[in-house]
C-alpha cells in the first residue's frame, strides 16, 4: 500500500468547489427516513447547544464542533469509497437550508458552491453522478419529480428530500438559520483520507471495518452481558441464542446495516428507559439520549436497575432479548406487509412514523400470548394514527426532535399494561390531543401537507370501500412505485380566469380549489388527462372504473343501480349527493361530509374494547 493521507476538515472545506465521483458498483443511495431522522436530530440537537440569538453570529467561532466520522476517497479521480451516504444526506440538507435562506432573500454563494461548480464552463453538482442530475436538480430548483420511474437512487434522494422538509425542527427558526447554516458549514468535521488509488483506498475501507477492535454497540453489549454467565455450557447456548436472534434482525433486512441495533434502541426504550433530556439549551443526556449513542455502556451503567444482580439475571435478560426480537420483527412485517387485522401499523408505517415500534413494544409483557399481544398492538397503533392527524390536520409537523419527548411520555405510560389498563390510557391520552376536525375546514394542499392529504383522502375513500363492501383498494391508493400510481386530483382546474364570476381574487380560488373538498384521488394518467377540462367533462370521467367511490359520488350514477352504497348513505346519515356543477358551496359542503366521515374514522371508540 502506498502512502495514506488524512487531514481534518470543516464540511466547507470537503464540499466546497470540489468534484467527486461514486463508482458504478457502489452507486446507489440507500438511506432510510430513519438514517436522516437521526441525522437531523443529532446535527440540531447539538447546535441548539450552543444558539444564542442575543449574540452575533461571529459567535460561533466559539460553538462546539461536531465530527462525522472518517471520508475515504482516492486520489486519482476523487472517487468516495466509504461516505457517500453521508455527504448526499449532507447535501440534501445544504439544499434545504439555501431554499429556505433564499425565501428569506438571503443568497448565500457558499453554500451554492458546496452543493454544485463548475469545471471547462460545465455546471454539475460536486458529488456527481449523471443518472441522478435531474432529480437533484428538480430538488435545488424546487421543481415537482415523479420518481415512479426513476432510479433508486434518485427515488431515495427524493423521498429523503422530503423527510429533511418536514423533519426539519421548529425551534430552528428565521432567526436561527443563518446561525445553524453557518455552525454546519464550519462546525461539523470529518477525516478526509486519501489513498493513492482505488485499490488502497478499498484497503483503508476494509482495515477500518473489519478490525477486532472496531465494535459495535451490539458486540459490546453481547460480550458485556455473556461475560457475567458463570456456567461455560450455559454461557455457549446464550452465545447461540444471541446469534440466532441477530441473524434473524440481519435477514430481515439485509440491505441495510443497523437493524440489530434499531431493536436494541427501540426495546431498552420502550421498557426500561426512565429519563430523556429537556427540550432546552444547557440540558444533559438521559437515558433515551444515552441509549441511542452507546447502549452496551447504558446497559452496564445501569445494571442494578435493570435487575442484573446475578448470573440467572444476565440469562433471563437475554432471554427477553430473544423474545422481544421476535415481536420487533412481527411489527416491522405488520409495517412492510399489509394485514388487515393490523392495517393501523401499515398506515403508521406509510406515513413513515419511525418511533411506532418503540411504542408498539411499550405494553408487551414478556409472558404475553399472541392474542394479547396482537390486542395491544392494534390498540396503539390505533393511538398513532390519531395522534399523527391530531398534529397535521393543525399544521403541526411530526419531525422526531419535536415530539420525541411526547412519545417517550407516552412509552412509559402504557409500558406493561394489560389490554383493559392500555385501552382506558390511550383514551386519557386520546381526549387530551387537539383533535378538532372543524380544522379541515383550513386544511389545504401546499408543500408540507400534501403527502399527509394523499393518505388521508386513501383512507377516507378505503373506509367508503369497506363500508360499501366493495375491494379495500387502500394499499394501491398509496403505492406511488407501481406503473400508473394515484394522484391528488384537483376537481377545480387551475384556471382562476375561468371562475372570476364566483371568486373575489386569485387568493380566495386558490383557497377554496386547496381545500380537502376539492380534492380527491385519481389514478396518474387519468388526472393528467383531466388537467384541462371543465367539470362539467371530469364528472364523466370520475364515474369510469379507473375512478373510485369517493370520486364516483359525485355523479349521479353512482346512486342508481347501487343498493348497497344508498345503503350506507341512509344509515350512516352521510350527506352523499351528486353535482351538476362545482363551484364555492359545492366546495363547502363537500368539506363538510369529509368531517363527518373523518370523525367516523379517528373515532375515540376505536380505542375502546
Same mark, same amino acid.
Given at each position: 500500500?502506498?502512502?495514506?493521507?488524512?487531514?481534518?476538515?470543516?464540511?466547507?472545506?470537503?464540499?466546497?468547489?470540489?468534484? +467527486?465521483?461514486?463508482?458504478?458498483?457502489?452507486?446507489?443511495?440507500?438511506?432510510?427516513?430513519?438514517?436522516?431522522?437521526?441525522?437531523?436530530?443529532?446535527?440540531?440537537?447539538?447546535?441548539?447547544?450552543?444558539?444564542?440569538?442575543?449574540?452575533?453570529?461571529?459567535?460561533?467561532?466559539?460553538?462546539?464542533?461536531?465530527?462525522?466520522?472518517?471520508?475515504?476517497?482516492?486520489?486519482?479521480?476523487?472517487? @468516495?469509497?466509504?461516505g457517500q451516504q453521508r455527504l448526499t444526506s449532507l447535501?440534501?440538507?445544504?439544499?434545504?437550508?439555501?431554499?429556505?435562506?433564499?425565501?428569506?432573500?438571503?443568497?448565500?454563494?457558499?453554500?451554492?458552491?458546496?452543493?454544485?461548480?463548475?469545471?471547462?464552463?460545465?455546471?454539475?453538482?460536486?458529488?456527481?453522478?449523471?443518472?441522478?442530475?435531474?432529480?437533484?436538480?428538480?430538488?435545488?430548483?424546487?421543481?415537482?419529480?415523479?420518481?415512479?420511474?426513476?432510479?433508486?437512487?434518485?427515488?431515495?434522494?427524493?423521498?429523503?428530500?422530503?423527510?429533511?422538509?418536514?423533519?426539519?425542527?421548529?425551534?430552528?427558526?428565521?432567526?436561527?438559520?443563518?446561525?445553524?447554516?453557518?455552525?454546519?458549514?464550519?462546525?461539523?468535521?470529518?477525516?478526509?483520507?486519501?489513498?493513492?488509488?482505488?485499490?488502497?483506498?478499498?484497503?483503508?475501507?476494509?482495515?477500518?471495518?473489519?478490525?477486532?477492535?472496531?465494535?459495535?454497540?451490539?458486540?459490546?453489549?453481547?460480550?458485556?452481558?455473556?461475560?457475567?454467565?458463570?456456567?461455560?455450557?450455559?454461557?455457549?447456548?446464550?452465545?447461540?441464542?444471541?446469534?440466532?436472534? @441477530?441473524?434473524?434482525?440481519?435477514?430481515?433486512?439485509?440491505?441495510?446495516?443497523?437493524?440489530?441495533?434499531?431493536?436494541?434502541?427501540?426495546?431498552?426504550?420502550?421498557?426500561?428507559?426512565?429519563?430523556?433530556?429537556?427540550?432546552?439549551?444547557?440540558?444533559?443526556?438521559?437515558?433515551?439520549?444515552?441509549?441511542?449513542?452507546?447502549?452496551?455502556?447504558?446497559?452496564?451503567?445501569?445494571?442494578?436497575?435493570?435487575?442484573?444482580?446475578?448470573?440467572?439475571?444476565?440469562?433471563?435478560?437475554?432471554?427477553?432479548?430473544?423474545?422481544?426480537?421476535?415481536?420487533?420483527?412481527?411489527?416491522?412485517?405488520?409495517?412492510?406487509?399489509?394485514?388487515?387485522?393490523?392495517?393501523?401499523? +401499515?398506515?403508521?408505517?406509510?406515513?413513515?412514523?419511525?418511533?411506532?415500534?418503540?411504542?408498539?413494544?411499550?405494553?408487551?409483557?414478556?409472558?404475553?400470548?399472541?392474542?394479547?399481544?396482537?390486542?395491544?398492538?392494534?390498540?396503539?397503533?390505533?393511538?398513532? *394514527?390519531?395522534?399523527? %392527524?391530531?398534529?397535521?390536520?393543525? %399544521?403541526?409537523?411530526v419531525n422526531y426532535s419535536g415530539i420525541k419527548n411526547?412519545?417517550?411520555?407516552?412509552?412509559?405510560?402504557?409500558?406493561?399494561?394489560?389490554?383493559?389498563?392500555?385501552?382506558?390510557?390511550?383514551?386519557?391520552?386520546?381526549?387530551?390531543?387537539?383533535?378538532?376536525?372543524?380544522?379541515?375546514?383550513?386544511?389545504?394542499?401546499?408543500?408540507?401537507?400534501?403527502?399527509?392529504?394523499?393518505?388521508?383522502?386513501?383512507?377516507?375513500?378505503?373506509?367508503?370501500?369497506?363500508?360499501?363492501?366493495?375491494? *379495500?383498494?387502500?394499499?394501491?391508493?398509496?403505492?406511488?412505485?407501481?406503473?400508473?400510481?394515484?394522484?391528488?386530483?384537483?376537481?377545480?382546474?387551475?384556471?382562476?380566469?375561468?371562475?372570476?364570476?364566483?371568486?373575489?381574487?386569485?387568493?380566495?380560488?386558490?383557497?377554496?380549489?386547496?381545500?380537502?373538498?376539492?380534492?380527491?384521488?385519481?389514478?396518474?394518467?387519468?388526472?393528467?388527462?383531466?388537467?384541462?377540462?371543465?367539470?362539467?367533462?371530469?364528472?364523466?370521467? +370520475?364515474?369510469?372504473?379507473?375512478?373510485? @367511490?369517493?370520486?364516483?359520488?359525485?355523479?349521479?350514477?353512482?346512486?342508481?343501480?347501487?343498493?348497497?352504497?344508498?345503503?350506507?348513505?341512509?344509515?350512516?346519515?352521510?350527506?352523499f349527493k351528486s353535482y351538476e356543477r362545482f363551484g364555492?358551496?359545492?366546495?363547502?359542503?363537500?368539506?363538510?361530509?369529509?368531517?363527518?366521515?373523518?370523525?367516523?374514522?379517528?373515532?375515540?371508540?376505536?380505542?375502546?374494547?
Open positions: 500500500m502506498k502512502e495514506i493521507d488524512g487531514h481534518s476538515k470543516p464540511l466547507k472545506d470537503l464540499l466546497f468547489n470540489t468534484k +467527486y465521483t461514486v463508482n458504478y458498483y457502489q452507486r446507489e443511495y440507500m438511506w432510510g427516513r430513519k438514517q436522516v431522522e437521526e441525522l437531523i436530530d443529532d446535527l440540531t440537537t447539538e447546535f441548539l447547544e450552543y444558539y444564542n440569538p442575543d449574540l452575533p453570529r461571529t459567535s460561533i467561532r466559539d460553538y462546539g464542533a461536531y465530527f462525522m466520522g472518517s471520508i475515504v476517497i482516492t486520489d486519482k479521480n476523487s472517487a @468516495i469509497i466509504d447535501t440534501l440538507l445544504l439544499m434545504y437550508l439555501n431554499s429556505q435562506l433564499k425565501a428569506q432573500g438571503t443568497i448565500d454563494s457558499t453554500i451554492d458552491g458546496m452543493i454544485f461548480s463548475e469545471q471547462y464552463g460545465e455546471r454539475s453538482f460536486n458529488i456527481h453522478v449523471d443518472d441522478r442530475e435531474q432529480c437533484l436538480n428538480a430538488i435545488y430548483n424546487n421543481e415537482e419529480f415523479d420518481p415512479s420511474n426513476a432510479n433508486e437512487s434518485s427515488r431515495h434522494i427524493w423521498a429523503r428530500y422530503n423527510d429533511i422538509v418536514s423533519l426539519f425542527p421548529d425551534e430552528i427558526d428565521d432567526r436561527a438559520m443563518p446561525y445553524f447554516t453557518d455552525w454546519l458549514k464550519e462546525k461539523v468535521y470529518f477525516i478526509l483520507i486519501t489513498a493513492s488509488s482505488e485499490q488502497d483506498a478499498q484497503k483503508v475501507f476494509v482495515s477500518m471495518n473489519d478490525r477486532g477492535l472496531n465494535l459495535t454497540s451490539t458486540e459490546m453489549l453481547k460480550g458485556y452481558l455473556l461475560s457475567e454467565i458463570n456456567d461455560d455450557a450455559r454461557r455457549e447456548e446464550l452465545n447461540n441464542t444471541w446469534k440466532k436472534f @441477530i441473524d434473524r434482525l440481519k435477514t430481515y433486512n439485509e440491505n441495510e446495516k443497523g437493524e440489530d441495533e434499531s431493536f436494541i434502541k427501540d426495546w431498552l426504550r420502550a421498557q426500561y428507559a426512565e429519563t430523556i433530556r429537556e427540550t432546552k439549551a444547557g440540558s444533559v443526556n438521559l437515558d433515551y439520549d444515552l441509549i441511542g449513542t452507546e447502549f452496551h455502556k447504558w446497559v452496564r451503567e445501569n445494571a442494578l436497575r435493570l435487575g442484573l444482580r446475578s448470573s440467572d439475571d444476565y440469562e433471563q435478560f437475554i432471554k427477553k432479548m430473544d423474545y422481544f426480537c421476535d415481536k420487533y420483527l412481527l411489527i416491522r412485517n405488520y409495517c412492510d406487509e399489509y394485514n388487515d387485522d393490523q392495517r393501523y401499523v +401499515y398506515y403508521n408505517a406509510r406515513l413513515d412514523f419511525t418511533l411506532q415500534s418503540q411504542l408498539l413494544l411499550a405494553p408487551i409483557c414478556f409472558d404475553n400470548d399472541a392474542d394479547t399481544i396482537n390486542a395491544k398492538i392494534r390498540l396503539v397503533s390505533k393511538f398513532i *394514527d390519531m395522534y399523527i %392527524y391530531s398534529r397535521v390536520i393543525n %399544521y403541526k409537523r411526547y412519545i417517550f411520555n407516552v412509552t412509559k405510560k402504557i409500558r406493561n399494561l394489560d389490554v383493559a389498563s392500555l385501552s382506558q390510557v390511550l383514551i386519557e391520552l386520546y381526549n387530551n390531543l387537539e383533535w378538532k376536525m372543524s380544522a379541515l375546514s383550513e386544511w389545504g394542499v401546499n408543500g408540507f401537507t400534501k403527502p399527509y392529504i394523499h393518505h388521508f383522502l386513501a383512507r377516507i375513500t378505503s373506509y367508503l370501500e369497506r363500508e360499501t363492501d366493495k375491494i *379495500d383498494n387502500y394499499v394501491n391508493y398509496v403505492n406511488w412505485r407501481q406503473k400508473n400510481p394515484f394522484e391528488v386530483e384537483h376537481i377545480t382546474c387551475d384556471h382562476y380566469e375561468w371562475f372570476m364570476d364566483e371568486y373575489d381574487s386569485k387568493e380566495q380560488f386558490d383557497r377554496f380549489r386547496n381545500n380537502i373538498g376539492d380534492l380527491l384521488l385519481l389514478p396518474k394518467s387519468l388526472n393528467a388527462s383531466l388537467n384541462e377540462k371543465k367539470y362539467d367533462y371530469k364528472v364523466e370521467k +370520475y364515474r369510469s372504473a379507473d375512478g373510485n @367511490i369517493y370520486s364516483e359520488s359525485l355523479h349521479p350514477d353512482c346512486y342508481r343501480n347501487n343498493v348497497r352504497f344508498v345503503k350506507f348513505i341512509n344509515e350512516s346519515g352521510l350527506g364555492k358551496n359545492e366546495i363547502n359542503e363537500r368539506e363538510q361530509l369529509v368531517e363527518k366521515i373523518a370523525s367516523k374514522i379517528w373515532n375515540v371508540d376505536n380505542l375502546s374494547i
